[in-house]
């Protein structure tokens, strides 16, 4: 296990790759699609300062041109937390964790990941996520006290892997 630095970014080894994907799609594909819709805009249309489908291009080149400065930024800035790295006998980023609510008996299962690799539809929690947070550090079998908007929860960590 690493040490681990809260203001840091985290990535696992996968969410890496998939970063690294999306940038590479982004630099390669979608610029290319942008600027082959311009160039056929450019042939068929006069340019004017209402024009709504030139602007809603230029909006779109923008955000894609901002996601790839954020993307390069976390890929230059991340800790890769590898396969390796990830801990079995205590929650860490990378773990997969199975706990139960104390008061219900209700068990979630889902991986720790980094914040920019979350998906809770993929069970996929942020290590900011509260519950996440309050798991970090923690073993088998001990409970966490978690704060959330509904109030005051208690879960047994049940099972980690990796």
Do not use: C, W
């Not at 790839?68 to 390796?84: D, G, S, W, Y």
Request: overall charge negative; hydrophobic content about 40%.
């Amino acid at each position: 296990m690493f040490d681990f630095e809260p203001d840091r970014i985290y990535l696992t080894e996968s969410g890496y790759r998939q970063l690294e994907a999306e940038l590479k799609r982004l630099q390669t594909v979608e610029r290319a699609r942008i600027a082959e819709e311009f160039r056929v805009y450019k042939e068929h249309g006069e340019f004017s300062s209402e024009d709504t489908e030139l602007e809603s291009l230029k909006s779109e080149l923008a955000f894609v041109e901002a996601r790839i400065l954020e993307l390069r930024n976390v890929l230059q800035n991340a800790i890769i937390v590898r396969e390796a790295d990830i801990p079995t006998d205590r929650v860490g980023i990378g773990s997969v964790v199975t706990i139960e609510e104390v008061d219900t008996g209700a068990r979630k299962q889902f991986r720790i990941v980094g914040a920019m690799e979350a998906d809770p539809e993929q069970q996929k929690l942020s290590y900011q996520a509260p519950v996440a947070r309050a798991l970090l550090g923690h073993r088998e079998g001990e409970e966490v006290e978690v704060t959330l908007p509904k109030g005051t929860v208690h879960y047994r960590i049940v099972k980690i892997e990796k």
